[in-house]
């Protein structure tokens, strides 16, 4: 399992080239599939500020491989809107608050959401219904 805030930072790196594109700038969550849709970049040479997820080959501590530049700059499809999840309130469906996002940790391989480290206590990533501008909302139980 890896953590958003151990991939910010991060260089992205081709595998066939052993080109740097840039820097993990953040990760977009598509709450749908409850996994990670794209990498936005920072400091982006060439091509792309955003790589659909497909095109990610490993994720480590040191850096994020992708497959070539070609596939990093063939895009993503229909990506949803990005937003923040790191720092935004948690809310059940219901509308009880659960805290805040302190970080999420993620399958690196499938790019699969698994939890949602909040400061009131972990949520198992199948529980996320949607990821707004006001909160991350969350399957509870009525409060």
Known sequence: MMLFTQTRGLPV???????TLGTVDGLTIDARTRSIACLRLAGARK????????????????AVIVRSRVAAESGPGDVPEHREAVGSRVLTEYGVEHGTVKDVGFD????????????????????????????????????
Do not use: C
């Not at 091509?47 to 659909?52: C, E, L, M, N, W």
């Not at 959401?113 to 909160?135: E, Q, R």
């Open 13 to 19: 790196i081709t595998a066939e080239e052993a080109a």
């Open 108 to 143: 690196p391989g499938s790019g699969r959401v698994l939890t949602l480290y909040t400061a009131l206590g972990d949520i198992a990533g199948d529980h996320l219904i949607g990821l707004g501008s006001y909160a991350v909302v969350v399957r509870g139980e009525r409060g």
């Open 47 to 62: 091509g792309r500020a955003v790589i659909d997820w497909s095109a990610v080959e490993a994720v480590g501590h040191d």
